[in-house]
């Protein structure tokens, strides 16, 4: 796998007007049994990566160097959440990538990447909803990215999401509500 995602990164090198490479991260999708989808507030913070404000979105971040995208985006949700209670549905087959604009560039991930490439995963939540503690994500080793949450309407996402992802998001509904009706159904 990592000789895949290193030269996943290298072509996309060679592709690229400003040299700058993608970083590599995953995605988090959690559905509730009404085929609702998790989503946090960001908290603004003057030193966010990805710019000060606040929007909502899914639980995501990088992928580590010889780490499985689906075991990384398990270990994203935890420390984003402290959701451990889940149960995979399936992934979004594409990689997905978005830029950072301009301004943002510079600061983020010490300007070495031009935005992320994100490969998506699916999950049902298992658990009970007292499992969730964006306060102290991760039994309180990590710091909190998200100020609140709730469960969303897959369709909304892309309403709700920092301008500069919603391409990525308008991109995920389809696959997405595909899980959404799964979850819905009920286990097979």
Known sequence: MLNLLRWMAMVERLHEPDGLPYRLCVGAAVFRHDGRVWVGERVA????EEGFGTWWQMPQGGLDAE???CEAARRELWEETSIRSVSLLGEVPEWLAYDLPAELRAKAWGGRYRGQKQKW???RFDGEEAEIDVCRPGDGHHKPEFGRWRWEEVERLPEIVVEFKREVYRALVPHLRRFAEQVRRGPS
């Open 67 to 69: 780490e499985d995208p």
């Open 45 to 48: 913070v003057a030193d966010a």
């Open 121 to 123: 995963f699916a999950f």
